[in-house]
């Protein structure tokens, strides 16, 4: 099977379900994606930020990408996240993922070294010609701590370096100009928002699918935000936005005076997930935070709020 | 004419015309706002960012303020700009604008200072209390380099200390929990957004109207969107907000290498304004690069292929 | 008497006293000026960030400049902030203050609009050719939002539009290369860090001296440090930066959870003056939260280790 | 030999050789390590920053660190950085540096996952309990994002779960403050300031050393500027700076329009330690810029205005 040009639809960033020890919980793994593909999605990346792949040794991050590929079956693409540093580590990283078998591969700017729009492209370049896979760029300034700039993007999306894109930058006028652009000159290009807040917006601007960390916790209401879109049936879809952003509000759980603002988020979207029984186990990664008994109470609540407790 | 609550629709933030030696041209500001009040607009805010507040003297934005007063004659609200580092200064400006007749006031966080929630929650309340006028919020990180916290803004909509907010954030995804909060604590209260890419996207997501830098411009097309919307048309408003995309394309006139990307776009504005025949002389206010003739034929481009010119 | 090239020693960046009613205390400013002439200060800065210049009106800035200068009286020079966002507002300051008598003026780079090198540079050639007196650049990146580039200040004190530099940045590697390069090209240049904490390093460096903030707390200390380092006795010079670098944790004395770093070390700085008796009150001014009993205590235990009370 | 507390001296960050195929040139490395004994240093700090550990793979850093550890053999500590995004991941590279021989470990702060100083502290708690060796705490903001907090570097360095500090956020102010407080609190921790132009102010404000990327190029100049400093001629260790400080320029060799900073900083020391002949080949990893002709020729100016060439 030929991969998709553009990948449409719902592509939930697969949480990586822990045992206590810290170990990749294989078991609850398989018992998520089973779910997600249940509900409807129409891809799965794994290793991406809500995989907590930067919190992942390599032998984890191997054992989570040959269960999901075992688990999914060639049902719907499998993306695999290579989050590394730099160039040759992310090579390192790519050559793994190829090697359990995902379908594509997703990579950000170098991050820790200070880079440059030259540099960026060469990166991605690089790590196209060494990895035979279709690649998506990931832009996640939150963590990178560059924005993708539109004119290399739109340089790599025209000689085919780039399969597509995951914009998780939040910046939703730039995205406007750039799927304006793409739609001229690469019309196979994948766009893919991460922004859980705006995907009616997102699709109506014309971005192929989404990728929220959200839908860990509630991809069928992703997927049926995502039918309303593509239906232009766009009061359903903003009715359906709107609930899911009430419900993204338990990703405040924890108390910003003892975490940050990933042990909050994804110790939430992990105990939504075991509180629906999806997970064994909600731990998260060292030295992320743990949410305490008031936390999870919180999380509860925007379960039940929701219907989905 | 009491101020409505919410205001709805368009409302450009209208361009400050000069002189060639640095003073208001206020006929050509009156020929302006002549042209957006025919083009549909539905309130004007004089002395925003696009109004080139920063470069203004005060006795300059009180000509500002009472050439537009007289020329708009009650006909849609006038909104000022009341921009200064902090609560002292403001209060000074604000009183300049009653004095001249504004309808409501927009004043951002306080800036060149370190700030903190706390101040900025009493700060909005001291200008309220200070002035007689409907006041809004401006949010506008890149000038003011702090987000107005969310909580923040609940709190003072809630108690009535603001009437409204403009939403220059370019954060989507916190507009939209904004939005869905005020829906239940604060119905009345307005939220126009003044992200040009993405207007389809606010409205669809509850934003009551748009204030448009590139509405200077071709204010027209965005009372057409606004329109469409209104009229949950969004096959209409998505494409009318695509050709504005890629009308903004105008902005990027000037050479990066020469100049700052305030003097690329407001000086973009004003030669497209110039162009169009709606301002004697397109200059703007120093330390500002002034467009050479390469870009300006940038911006005529952009006009023809926008059917401007 | 012509402006010193270089002006060296210790220039307090003078507090501005307020009533409880937020005016201009001017008997408790001279009394301020009397203490820190009498403690050997070598120049005074008036209307700088310590001065609250941000939060004082254009009439009270007047007011503090007119009672400056007539308090020195010419025993050492007057230098004037001239805080505002852009060109055309600070031309309209440094009138005011050359009006007022000031001996030179200091000002920032634009802020609130986004600004580049080229805009900043014709920005100080306008003000310096606009206002007939000595002009320092200002570099406050924490209020400014821009670093002032070395090749831009070795410019403008090349063609002598700038006199001098006040270096807020904390950047001294920044600064050493600076004074290396200026020692070749504009050795009449002043150049006076702003760090309180690292002036015996940044007069080892070529320095010419110091404005420094806590200066208003304990003059004489800042002018034994450069006595000393005058003297090339930098034992001497670093016991007593040890010394003022302890006291300095008074500025901590506010409750980060309460209001922002600007209130509490302004507001210590003013319960310092206030406990010393230099004061007659410790008003800061709007929306500035004060310190409360508890910070205050903190201050006064501070000063008391420091044998000032 | 127990690791001295504290470690005094210079400790330059060693270059990794490259071939021009990218892999580790032993040889070379052997070379420099060497030249940089000869020169006086008193450690050695592997897989740092200007050793491209980003760059480097896993099994690059293993090389590095067994061919430092045989070719040092005890005449000096070898600390190795253990650079890597989380705690879990630090963990396995502490373990290999561990089983390489290392003296001493250096960690950042977490990166790429946003973090709060509650998992800093944790961070850096398990690392120390997961590797028997001493543990540096590395704060490099630029590259990690999060400034080290003061309250956490004295917490960590009062409990002895690290050893020392390697400090390159540049803030001389906050260094200063930190290591008034370790004097009372943790006599025998070791602070190395990593900002190559202020190691005279930072000797003379208390620091035990430096860590100078440039100490690959001129290790013989900061073995005596750090000698004059031991010896109190300050006079000499303020020239010695000087002069270093006009060598560093060599690091803005490289045309920003088509690198990075880190592309010009790490090419120019490269190039002009295989100007030296202490490496075979001048080339860095991939996707940095390499140097072009015009650019060595300015670093070949470098070395002989210093009189290296």
Redo the contacts between chains.
């Keep these: 099977m030929p991969f998709p040009a553009p990948l449409r639809g719902v592509v939930p960033p697969v949480l990586t379900p822990l045992t206590p020890a810290?170990e990749v919980d294989t078991a609850s793994l398989r018992r998520l994606l089973e779910h997600l593909l249940a509900s409807g999605a129409h891809g799965l990346f794994l290793l991406g930020?809500s995989g907590e792949a930067?919190?992942?040794?390599?032998a984890?991050r191997r054992t989570v990408l040959e269960t999901a590929v075992d688990a999914v079956a060639g049902r719907v693409p499998v993306l695999a996240g290579v989050?590394e540093?730099?160039?040759?580590?992310v090579l390192?990283r790519a050559a793994d993922a190829v090697r359990a078998g995902a379908d594509a591969l997703v990579a950000t700017a170098?991050?820790?070294?200070?880079?440059?729009p030259?540099?960026?492209a060469?990166?991605f370049r690089?790590v196209r010609a060494g990895a035979d896979r279709p690649l998506f760029a990931y832009d996640i300034p939150?963590?990178?701590?560059t924005k993708l700039p539109r004119d290399v993007l739109l340089g790599l999306a025209a000689d085919a370096t780039l399969a597509g894109l995951k914009d998780s930058s939040?910046?939703?006028?730039?995205l406007?100009?750039l799927l304006?652009a793409l739609r001229r000159t690469a019309p196979g290009f994948t766009v893919l928002t991460g922004?859980?807040?705006?995907v009616?917006?997102?699709l109506?601007?014309?971005a192929d699918g989404v990728v929220p960390g959200l839908g860990n916790v509630d991809a069928a209401g992703y997927v049926r935000l995502y039918e309303a879109a593509r239906a232009?049936d766009?009061?359903a879809?903003?009715a359906e936005?709107?609930r899911l952003?009430?419900l993204?509000?338990l990703t405040e759980a924890g108390d910003p005076a003892?975490?940050?603002?990933?042990?909050s988020a994804l110790g939430a979207f992990k105990a939504a997930a075991h509180l629906l029984g999806l997970l064994d186990c909600p731990a998260t990664?060292?030295?992320?935070?743990p949410l305490d008994e008031a936390a999870v109470a919180r999380v509860r609540d925007r379960l039940r709020e929701a219907d989905l407790l």
Excluded: C
Excluded at 170 to 174: H, I, K, L, P, T
Excluded at 195 to 198: D, I, Q, V
Excluded at 285 to 289: E, R, W
């Design positions: 810290g930020s930067a919190y992942l040794t390599d984890q989050i540093a730099t160039t040759p580590r390192e170098p991050f820790y070294a200070r880079t440059h030259a540099e960026i060469d990166h690089r939150v963590a990178v701590h939040g910046d939703e006028g730039s406007r100009r304006l922004s859980e807040l705006t009616d917006g997102a109506l601007a014309g232009e766009w009061k879809a903003r936005q709107d952003a009430a993204f509000a003892r975490m940050g603002a990933n042990s990664a060292a030295p992320q935070v």
